[in-house]
Structure formats: structure tokens, C-alpha cells
């Protein structure tokens, strides 16, 4: 699970409110399998003038982690699937994957 707080005292007599009007919240982390990077994103969007929740879980390797990228792209692909399939369901579980099934 993933949670974020800001500094609760940040904003004690302050001019400043503490319902954001934006969000965009980034991590990246070193990965082994396939080795480069996994990168998480959480962004507040909008879709059809509704106010959502942006989930991006992106796989990054450079060409020099990957050699013979050509004939290693199907492995890496399997590899890269595996990650984001794993983070997903790891991060929903519970009572977000319930209202799912």
C-alpha cells in the first residue's frame, strides 16, 4: 500500500490551504528483473470534467542494461509485464480489488 502525508505543521499559521489543487507525486526504483528502473506516478486528472486519480507504473532500461535489445525484446517485455503485474495487484489488494472481482 502506498501512503503519503504531508508535514501535518507545514501549513499552522500559514496563508495556505490544505486541500491541494494539484497532485503529481513521483518515485522511481532500481530494479533487477528486467534490470533498469520501475517508475510510479500518481496524478490528480481530470476525465470527462471529473476529478480523478492517475495510477502510471512505467518499466525503464537503457540500451545498456538490455544487450542485443533486437533479440532480448521478448524476454524483457515478459520480464517488464511481470513487474507491473505483480506492483498492480499488490497495490490494490484488499478492499480495492474486491470492488474489481
Same mark, same amino acid.
Given at each position: ?6 508535514? =501535518?505543521?507545514?501549513?499552522?499559521? +500559514?496563508?495556505?490551504?490544505?486541500? =491541494? ?12 528483473? =528486467?534490470?533498469? +528502473? ?8 481530470? *476525465? ?12 525503464? +532500461? ?6 542485443? *535489445? ?32
Amino acid at each position: 500500500k502506498t501512503r503519503i502525508v504531508m508535514y =501535518p505543521n507545514l501549513f499552522d499559521n +500559514s496563508k495556505v490551504k490544505k486541500l =491541494p489543487i494539484n497532485f503529481d507525486w513521483r518515485f522511481a526504483f532500481r530494479s533487477s528483473k =528486467p534490470k533498469g +528502473s520501475i517508475d510510479m506516478r500518481f496524478v490528480k486528472d481530470k *476525465l470527462k470534467n471529473i476529478d480523478v486519480l492517475k495510477w502510471e507504473t512505467i518499466v525503464r +532500461s537503457t540500451s545498456k542494461e538490455i544487450p542485443n *535489445l533486437n533479440q532480448n525484446i521478448n524476454i524483457w517485455l515478459k520480464d517488464a509485464h511481470n513487474l507491473t503485474h505483480e506492483w498492480f495487484f499488490k497495490m490494490i489488494e484488499g478492499e480495492l480489488e474486491r470492488k474489481f472481482e
